[in-house]
């Protein structure tokens, strides 16, 4: 017996120093994981910052990035040259109307907006309820992001019309393709008078090129620059 209890308590002890060497291992790749972690984030082509509530997107030589402001309103904050990892963006504040007939509405940069809510511009969505009410206001409800691809999904204000962006990136060339979806999950039909699948808010600049195609029957395609 004293034989056996000895040879227990030595292969007991070599089980704990290779529990122990095991533990100590883990110790030494979970902190290797942790750190690999920021890194493998930083080169996603589209990350949320969930303290901040900024998407951005870094594709080619192209950073797209816009917030969630503390409206529920997705604003645009900078399309341009990629940014380095470091750069970072604070959260996104709507722009202060100018006038009566100029809310804020109207001069805060917005991905997506409908016609309602006091709004002048020209709208991404419109429609008409049943009851005649046009007045659609759209904000922030979630989002998902799959590889290249961001989901946002985007309700009405008082009624269940949902509208879901698809935000769709090219990582080699910076192209972002964009669609819209609307969804009326009310039980009533709606009419959905005009739709887009997207607004493009330009960077400041001077230098723009216009090419667009004028003409008529049988000499449709005259190319114009402006």
Not at 164 to 179: E, F, H, M, N, Q
Not at 201 to 217: C, F, I, K, R, V
């Amino acid at each position: 017996m004293s034989n056996k209890f000895n040879c227990s308590k030595t292969a007991l002890s070599a089980w704990r120093g290779t529990l122990m060497a095991g533990i100590a291992a883990m110790f030494l790749l979970f902190p290797a994981m942790a750190a690999a972690q920021p890194a493998s984030a930083a080169s996603a082509p589209i990350r949320y910052d969930a303290r901040t509530r900024v998407f951005r997107i870094d594709a080619g030589a192209v950073s797209y990035i816009f917030g969630v402001n503390e409206k529920g309103e997705l604003q645009t904050l900078y399309w341009g040259n990629r940014l380095t990892p470091t750069d970072s963006f604070p959260a996104a504040h709507s722009v202060p109307g100018i006038a009566s007939f100029q809310p804020s509405i109207n001069t805060t940069p917005q991905e997506y907006v409908a016609w309602g809510g006091g709004l002048y511009n020209v709208p991404d969505v419109k429609v008409t309820f049943p009851d005649g009410n046009r007045d659609l206001v759209l904000r922030y409800v979630s989002y998902r992001i799959a590889g290249d691809t961001l989901n946002i999904t985007m309700k009405d204000i008082s009624r269940a019309v949902f509208a879901t962006l698809t935000y769709k990136v090219d990582p080699s060339t910076g192209i972002v393709a964009r669609t819209a979806r609307i969804e009326n999950r009310t039980s009533q039909p709606l009419k959905i008078e005009q739709g887009a699948s997207a607004t493009w808010n330009l960077p400041a600049a001077s230098d723009y090129q216009l090419y667009y195609l004028t003409g008529h029957w049988a000499d449709e395609f005259n190319l114009q620059h402006e």
